[in-house]
């Protein structure tokens, strides 16, 4: 008979109420819940992002497309993660699964619930005990870019079907939507000095648990990340099996950063940095209502953006310029995911749906180049992107496609008033 998880989080914007126990033999544990409300789910279904700025691209793959295909974790409502815990015989945990596990959470469970305006309810499942691996770490070939190979007899086929079998008579595979294996913090490198932490994500992985079920969508932590929200590698690899990519490059090029601090899915480093609104409109964060769509030949037209921090309002303008491509204008300002955000205004990047994670998909437009940016002094942040954001009075018009966003004014409600011209209509 299967030991029982049942795990239980619900966060708001200042409160955080937790339940998570293991029942069955030899004793129940349990974490005892915070003082604070219960807060509201987020609802249940999402609307598919749609229309004619709804590009398609790569759907093979974590890619910009803006409908994430099948077989990605749905990143709304409530998503349950089942949390399990490794060493190894060369690399035994000096600490408790608990004390481990509160390296994480709540606070990444939190960062997902007030980025998505509450739309998506993070639950945790812990499993409060480590799993012991029989082969020393080195034995797995574990490195920078392992594969996951049902050939192989090492690299992650290998290690997660040994951490199935040893999780299987605790564990219903079924009753959760993502895997999240913490590795001890001793076990493989620091992560200052070689970053392993990697998500299988999509598709079938070849493996199999004993509850019949892929096993898949599971993302790997290792060691530990410095600067003061180190938790946030749970929400970058999380967001893996949601359907983001890297917007870091991966291919070894020297080059400056592609969104730098302006997406953890580039810089998740340092101090804590919210999503951008393309992502959140496919993750299913945003309504209908709150992307604007201005098609090539369109007229010019004004809109009103509503700053990231806040719910509701108009969140992004898309401008297609072709049938793989856009242009995008939001609003970012300081606030609880942004804190060292240090110059407010409408942030102009493009979209590119054809290119692969890791070569540069989403690339933010700096509207002060070679200015050395604004948050120095920050190991963790690459400062030159940092004062990208174009102020009122800016316009930025794009070479090739001759769209232009033109900032007019900051309103004393903090949203911004802008003017596009949208794409030339033989753009599209």
Not at 120 to 130: E, G, Q, S, T
Not at 391 to 406: E, L
Request: with cysteine.
């Amino acid at each position: 008979m299967k030991q029982c998880i049942s795990a239980a989080l619900a966060v708001g914007a200042a409160t955080a109420t937790a339940a998570i126990a293991l029942c069955g033999p030899p004793a129940t544990t349990a974490i005892p819940a915070t003082a604070g409300p219960r807060a509201p789910e987020g609802p249940a279904t999402a609307e598919r992002p749609s229309g004619p700025c709804a590009l398609g691209g790569i759907t093979d793959n974590v890619a910009e497309t803006a409908a994430t295909p099948d077989g990605y974790a749905r990143a709304h409502g409530t998503v349950r993660a089942l949390t399990l815990f490794i060493d190894f015989p060369d690399a035994r945990a000096t600490i408790t699964p608990r004390a481990r596990f509160a390296e994480f959470f709540p606070a990444a469970a939190e960062f997902f619930h007030t980025s998505s305006y509450g739309r998506l309810v993070y639950r945790p499942a812990p499993l409060l005990k480590w799993l012991h691996m029989a082969r020393p770490l080195a034995a797995y070939g574990i490195r920078r870019g392992a594969a996951f190979d049902p050939a192989s007899d090492g690299g992650y086929h290998a290690l997660s079907q040994e951490i199935v079998r040893a999780a299987d008579a605790s564990v219903d595979f079924r009753d959760y939507d993502i895997v999240n294996v913490i590795a001890a913090p001793n076990a493989g490198p620091a992560a200052t000095r070689t970053v392993l932490s990697v998500t299988f994500s999509g598709s079938d992985l070849g493996l199999r648990t004993g509850d019949g079920v892929p096993f898949r969508n599971a993302s790997f932590i290792w060691s530990r990340q410095p600067g003061p929200s180190p938790f946030r590698v749970i929400n970058h690899e999380n967001a893996h099996s949601f359907g983001l990519p890297d917007l870091y490059y991966t291919d070894g090029r020297n080059a400056p950063p592609a969104a730098g601090h302006w997406d953890p899915m580039d810089e998740d480093w340092g101090p804590a940095n919210d999503f951008t609104g393309w992502h959140k409109w496919k993750l299913g964060w945003l309504g209908a209502g709150q992307v604007a769509c201005a098609q090539p030949g369109g007229p010019a037209a004004e809109f009103t953006l509503t700053p990231m921090p806040s719910p509701g309002g108009t969140k992004i303008v898309v401008m297609p310029t072709s049938a793989r491509t856009a242009l995008v204008a939001e609003a970012r300002t300081r606030g609880p995911l942004d804190p060292a955000l240090c110059r407010p205004g409408v942030l102009v990047y493009r979209v590119a749906t054809d290119v692969a994670s890791g070569g540069g998909p989403l690339r933010v437009v700096d509207a002060t180049p070679h200015s050395g940016g604004c948050l120095t002094g920050n190991r963790y942040v690459h400062a030159e992107l940092t004062d990208a954001a174009f102020r009122p009075g800016a316009t930025y018009t794009d070479p090739r496609s001759h769209a232009a966003v033109s900032v007019l004014a900051r309103n004393p409600d903090g949203t911004y008033r802008i003017r596009i011209r949208p794409p030339d209509a033989r753009t599209r």
